[in-house]
């Protein structure tokens, strides 16, 4: 049986090359989905790593009949925002890689902070 975890060299690659570290106290949650049209379907995968690096959650769904990009990018976010709720962690860096709905998200996200009239500097980047 095939394991679900990326094997050494590419771990290796995802941690020097494309994954910055969070700060001390914090999980970074990366997410990602993808569509296969052999097996008609989309597929998302989620990692938690803490400011060590350390794997500390992970999760790996196959969504049958869902072929649309946007729609997998969406589940992937769900899954991410689940495996957050479900572990209780407050700190979190959730990160994708879905243009469209990342713009979608920071556009309605500094709406509300303009309509709260709250301070943009502590909301993009924490309590001061």
């Known amino acids: 049986m095939k394991s679900h975890?990326?094997?050494r060299e590419i771990r290796r690659l995802i941690s020097k090359r494309n994954w910055l570290k969070p700060g001390k106290g914090w999980i970074k949650v990366n997410f990602d989905g993808a569509i296969s049209?052999?097996?008609k379907?989309?597929?998302v995968g989620v990692i938690a790593r803490d400011?060590?690096?350390?794997?500390?959650?992970?999760d790996m769904t196959f969504f049958p009949g869902i072929c649309d990009p946007?729609?997998?990018?969406?589940?992937?976010t769900r899954t991410?925002?689940?495996l957050v709720t479900k572990r209780s962690w407050h700190r979190v860096i959730i990160e994708g890689d879905c243009f469209t709905r990342a713009t979608l998200l920071v556009s309605r996200a500094l709406l509300l902070?303009?309509?709260?009239?709250l301070?943009?500097?502590e909301f993009i980047y924490g309590a001061k």
């Open 5 to 7: 975890q990326p094997n």
């Open 119 to 121: 301070d943009r500097q």
């Open 37 to 39: 049209n052999k097996k």
């Open 51 to 58: 400011y060590n690096r350390r794997w500390v959650g992970w």
């Open 70 to 76: 946007l729609h997998v990018e969406a589940e992937a």
């Open 41 to 43: 379907g989309g597929s």
């Open 80 to 82: 991410a925002a689940e």
């Open 113 to 117: 902070v303009n309509l709260l009239d």
